[in-house]
């Protein structure tokens, strides 16, 4: 139960509210805000109210499991209107992040007072919403329409200086010191006289916005990509020029029409889900959240490679000393190389400073001897992509490294259980899946074997949240969740355009259902060489590559490019397409969009319903997920589980049973979708049955 204490300190009347974790603003804390508020106007002694939380935060925003019900009164717009027209001034004392429903509650206050290490946001776009308690209104007429179009369109949170800067709030404490800072604040408004100061009287801003109509215009055409083919953006816009062109009252009209049209938005449902799912994906069950981990206080990284570089940055990042090992020193200078210019760029950007740059440089140390790995307590190998090479590596590896260390592979495609099964310690090993490039990338797909601790998995888990990584869990199988369930969509890509469709109509769809870039261009981008290699059979890449095609780096690939890298349509890939097409006996037509999406996007659905079904994923939401983090599949369709149940699954395994026809074994309907299909269940909300692979070890 949320509690709200009313208690004085002199003249000042302090409201705390506790409800953890995160302060929601669920209904019971609206109550206690309306109590504690009912508290301090009673007590005739109290010349100003300071509102404040316990915990790790102040209020994190309206309670997002409310959106969707129906609504309870007092709602925030009631807290909100109550703190304004309170019969004392109110000082917000903010610590943490006041995010969302949150900052709203504080811009209500006459006064903001927050802790040097405080956030302030309004992140609903996140959630593809607006701030509908007011944000929109209120932000504004502090800082001005242009820095608010920016501030709740991009919804990161801003530090408590920069807050400072802008005037969200008026003054910071001292670390450590907020409380006592925040009754001084009051004291001081009380002594100059109790002055009222409410934002939503303030006009200078928005006056002086209405003078530069074009500023909304402006905003929007700088600025295309963040409306494709979302909704959330747009009625942001529209609710800030509101705010500069209406009078308040009529303003916050228009804020709650526009907030009332997305929370009833498929786009929202969609992110409101994605949120709650990518905090359940470090939920594993069997594994109780006190299982204990290990300590990773060093780390080794073999091999200096694509990846190994990348891997190594996550834990300097943090802190954590990294050896790196390679096979000759050119290879090794070169990867250590790229990792200071990595650095170097952040810097020049304003992200690091340099003294940064060299502090984590100390902590990498180059070597060329395995032995150097001794002490560590994590090994993470990313050499090339051979099990034979993997094995040798483990087998030494597990000679040469601590009892206690645990053994990890970033292979993308091969059996872990086998690496595992030539080291004395299978259950010390697991699989840790990084995404490139593994520096920005945040998918972290931990894979358990067989064998594998559950204090290994646990230790996984939780060092993937110390390096910002999301972490799924996987079982093991070739490609884990997100390359097998994506792969799928790339053979299709393949297919399609060997039958007939253009390269640039197949990545058009893609881009279209919101896919950063389509598949084409992500092959050209990557290199055609580097996915390629390994394939025996004749295939587009191996015969473009053949041509000296190898994508953006050298003759294009699927696509020609110019000086810029801007892609145009290839006379020579369509041709390369239409004689492989030919050699194979492929009869060439033309597709409808519709077609196209089916045969990309179904495929991904299904594969993902097996993946379940097989137990290597825990439920369907860490699929999304993983495809999500891992491959940007766009977050306001939910991913393909949720996009799934929202086109509605008999539909899906109709036609699933058409293509099956046609295009063989991809398409056949997994038992769990046809299940589903015919009991009316959910494909997002389903968990994976019996078949979870059963923890073994202690
Ligand atoms: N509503 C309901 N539950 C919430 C919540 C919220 N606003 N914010 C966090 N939680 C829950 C999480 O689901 C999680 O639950 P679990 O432990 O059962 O998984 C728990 O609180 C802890 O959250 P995190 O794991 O995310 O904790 P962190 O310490 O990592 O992060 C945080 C804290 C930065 C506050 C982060 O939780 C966060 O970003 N929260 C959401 C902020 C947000 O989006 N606010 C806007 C809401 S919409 C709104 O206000 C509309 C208004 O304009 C009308
Ligand atoms: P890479 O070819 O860029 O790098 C491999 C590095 O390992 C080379 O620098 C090589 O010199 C070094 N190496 C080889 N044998 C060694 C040994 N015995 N000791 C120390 N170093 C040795 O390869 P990349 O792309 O970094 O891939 C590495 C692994 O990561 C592979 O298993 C791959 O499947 C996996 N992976 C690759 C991804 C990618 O996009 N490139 C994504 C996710 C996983």
Sequence with gaps: MPTGTFDTRGTIGLITIDSPPVNALGLGVRQAILHGLAAAEAEAS??????????????????????????????????????????????????????????????????????????????????GLLPGAGGTQRLPRIVGAAAALEIITGGKPIAAPRALALGIVDRLSAPDDLTDAAIAFAREIVADGAVRRRVRDREDKV???????????????????LFRGVRAPTNIVAAIEAAVALPFDEGMAREAALFEELLHSR??????????????????????????????????????????GGIAMNFLNVGLPVTLVETRQDAL????????????????????????VERRMALLTGTLALSDLAGCDLVIEAVFESMDLKKTIFAELDAIAKRSAILASNTSFLDLDAIAAVTERPERVVGLHFFSPANVMRLLEVVRGARTAPDVVATAMRLAKRIGKLPVLSGVCEGFIANRAMGVRMAQADA????????????????????????????????????????????????????????????????????????????????????????????????????LRERLLYAVVNEGARILDEGI???????????????????????????????GLPTIVATLEALAQRHGDTFVPSPLLVRLAESGGMLHRAVAASSTPVLEGA
């Design 46 to 127: 109290v010349a100003a109210i300071v509102l404040l939380c316990a915990g790790r935060t102040f209020f994190a925003g309206a309670d997002i499991t409310e959106f969707g019900k129906p609504p309870m009164r007092p709602d925030l717009l009631d807290v909100i209107a109550r703190i304004e027209g309170a019969t004392k001034p109110v000082i917000a004392a903010i610590h943490g992040t006041a995010l969302g429903g949150g900052l709203e509650t504080a811009l209500a206050c006459d006064y903001r007072i927050a802790s040097p290490t405080a956030r302030v946001g309004l992140p609903e776009v996140a959630l």
């Design 207 to 225: 006056a002086a916005d209405r003078g530069n109509p074009a500023l909304f215009d402006d905003f929007r055409a700088r600025n295309p990509g």
């Design 267 to 308: 786009e929202s449902e969609a992110q409101r889900y994605a949120f709650f799912a990518e905090r359940d994906t470090a939920k594993v069950p069997g594994l109780p959240a006190d299982t204990p981990v290990a300590p990773i206080a060093s780390v080794g990284v073999i091999g200096a490679g694509t990846m190994g």
């Design 333 to 356: 200078d070169r990867g250590v190389a790229t990792i200071r210019r990595n650095y170097e760029a952040s810097a020049r950007k304003g992200k690091l400073d340099a003294a940064e």
């Design 496 to 595: 399609l355009a060997l039958e007939g469709a253009s390269p640039q109509q197949i990545d058009r769809v893609l881009v279209d259902y919101g896919f950063p870039m389509g598949a084409f261009q992500m092959l050209d981008l990557i290199g055609l060489d580097v996915i390629g290699r390994d394939s025996t059979e004749r295939t587009l890449m191996g015969d473009l590559v053949a041509q000296g095609r190898l994508g953006q780096k050298q003759n294009g690939g699927f696509y020609d490019y110019d000086a810029q890298r801007r892609p145009t349509p290839s006379p020579v890939a369509d041709e390369v397409i239409a004689a492989l097409a030919a050699a194979k006996g492929i009869v060439r037509r033309s597709f409808t969009d519709q077609e």
């Design 617 to 647: 994923a825990l439920r369907a939401s860490d699929i999304d997920m993983a495809l999500i983090a891992g491959y940007g599949w766009p977050v306001h369709t939910g991913g393909p589980m949720f996009w799934a149940d929202t086109v």
